[in-house]
């Protein structure tokens, strides 16, 4: 929104003058405010009473009995403002620093409140109360204090020299009358109706350690690029926002030292991305990066191996396209890769061979083509490999005799070929979906062999010939065995195999003791 023009401004003041004000001298106490406020808002904005940032500082100048009571008690000489109990380990004790931390807050409630109030106000704009108490104690258990969940904003005491032992509750502070803070935190992950954009004012919430909304649809705007200056930032969760909210995740936010956790999923904004330059700070501590459904599009950029500590990588659900790019190799802490249900074309880069942390690696769900690298095969600590339905054709390659930590391969609906004798070296199998190729061949006669976890196998719609296994009629962990639509010999199927599976699908000319479907004419 424009801010008006100097002398609409000038008429703030003049109304806050005559308005129902805490007393003393309220224009002087307007400027001084506008002063301090210029340095992260715009004085137009400031000056302009229908915008957020013109409330706020209206609340804070007129309303606010904590804010007045520093701003009319300057100090002459040196212009500093009263100094705080104790204040914030990072924002120290100024009396400013509190009345910015409060102007910031009343403009973020401003902000998103501009279509209708908030359901419920949480406390905030409280005049009388520390911003440390501007929540609300709810009781639920998904949140990670348990059943003990401050909505709004809540500060966490500076242990320091008080590091006894102190429970949960006591940690909470609700002001720094007795002990210094160390940082707060904005939890509204729950159901309130913020609406409107978040403001750039919310990007110098310094000692802020961790945001999350949640469930908030009428959400508007793109995050602010100023959130890179939140030095303390350690998590954030933007999770079922939306539909208007999306954009360009700022990439400064990837230039924080502190941040360990972004998770982005579940909005319905279509017009999420990541930046396609961004600059990685030194030495990046992030290490979980969800960005799960939220219609992500562009192409994966090849910054994000720069993320050294990452652990945790999920642009599941989402439409990026394009290749994977081969830097994704460079992902040496990676344990969680998850690039499910996206427009991926091209090949599988062999860099991801080079992984040498990851357990999980889920790529299906594409259109990628080509062959599976070989270097996949020496991926010792691989738990669970899924590139089912894809473009690939090629055979397994023998070096996936390595994989003796999987224990769920998924490679269906594919144009995979050759046997699966490759399979019998994996010794902790215990979910094996290969349905809809053209694999052929026998199954090898040790498969599943060394596997104490319930089996699940589906390897229908293939080219599979011979008899199974006969180690199959001692599994009484064969959970469910589909093999239908294959080249299996007549009575391929032992009895003991009917007996022992929990669920059983055959061809009937494969499977005498196949009864429930089956009849005299197939």
Not at 5 to 14: F, I, L, P, V
Not at 227 to 247: R, V, W, Y
Not at 467 to 488: C, D, H, Q, R
């Amino acid at each position: 929104m424009r801010g008006k023009s100097e002398n609409e401004a000038q008429d703030m003041t003049a109304s806050l003058s005559d308005a129902d004000c805490l007393p003393g001298e309220v224009g002087v106490r307007f400027e001084l405010a506008k002063s301090i406020f210029s340095r992260i808002t715009s004085p137009d904005l400031l000056g302009d009473e229908l915008t957020p940032q013109g409330k706020a500082i209206r609340w804070i100048v007129c309303d606010d009995s904590i804010s007045v009571q520093l701003l009319e008690n300057q100090d002459p000489v040196s212009g500093n403002l009263p100094k705080q109990k104790h204040g914030f380990r990072l924002g120290g004790d100024a009396g400013e620093v509190q009345v910015i931390r409060r102007y910031i807050l009343a403009a973020f409630f401003y902000s998103t409140s501009q279509v209708s109030p908030w359901n419920d106000s949480l406390n905030f704009l409280s005049a009388d109360l520390h911003e440390c108490n501007w929540h609300k104690n709810y009781t639920r258990g998904n949140f990670p204090f348990g059943d003990f969940d401050p909505v709004g904003v809540f500060c966490i005491i500076d242990k320091g020299e008080f590091s006894s032992p102190i429970s949960i509750h006591e940690e909470f502070l609700l002001n720094d009358e007795n002990y210094p803070l160390r940082y707060l935190e904005l939890n509204l992950r729950i159901e309130n109706d913020l609406n409107g954009p978040l403001p750039l004012e919310i990007g110098h919430l310094i000692d802020c350690k961790a945001i999350g909304l949640e469930n908030h649809l009428r959400l508007t705007g793109p995050l602010p690029q100023t959130m890179g200056n939140m030095t303390s930032l350690f998590s954030m969760a933007l999770i079922l926002n939306g539909p208007d909210f999306g954009g360009e995740i700022p990439s400064s936010l990837f230039q924080l030292k502190n941040l360990k956790y972004i998770t982005i999923e579940y909005n319905l904004g279509k017009e999420w991305s990541l930046p396609s330059n961004a600059q990685v700070g030194d030495n990046p501590q992030l290490e979980r990066l969800v960005l799960a459904r939220n219609n992500f599009a562009g192409i994966i950029p090849s910054w994000i191996a720069k993320l050294e500590q990452l652990q945790t990588l999920d642009l599941s659900m989402n439409n990026f396209q394009g290749a994977i790019p081969e830097a994704i190799g460079d992902l040496s802490s990676v344990k969680y890769l998850n690039l499910l249900g996206n427009n991926l074309t091209g090949a599988l880069p062999s860099s991801l061979g080079k992984l040498p942390a990851i357990e999980v690696l889920i790529l299906g769900n594409n259109a990628l083509q080509g062959e599976l690298p070989a270097l996949i095969g020496i991926l010792r600590t691989l738990q669970l490999l899924d590139v089912g339905s894809n473009e690939l054709i090629s055979t397994i390659p023998s070096s996936f005799s390595n994989l003796e930590s999987l224990k769920y391969l998924v490679l269906e609906s594919n144009r995979f070929n050759g046997t699966v004798d490759v399979l019998e070296s994996m010794k902790n199998l215990t979910i094996l979906l290969t349905r809809s190729n053209s694999f052929s061949g026998a199954l090898p006669d040790g498969l599943f062999s060394g596997t104490s976890g319930s089996i699940v196998a589906d390897i229908g719609d293939n080219k599979l010939t011979g008899e199974l296994p006969t180690s199959f009629a001692n599994m009484s962990n064969l959970v469910s065995l589909i093999g239908a639509k294959n080249s299996f010999v007549d009575s391929a199927t032992m009895e003991a195999v009917c007996d022992n599976s929990t669920l059983l699908v055959m061809d009937c000319d494969a499977c005498e003791c196949c009864e429930v479907c089956c009849d005299e004419d197939h």
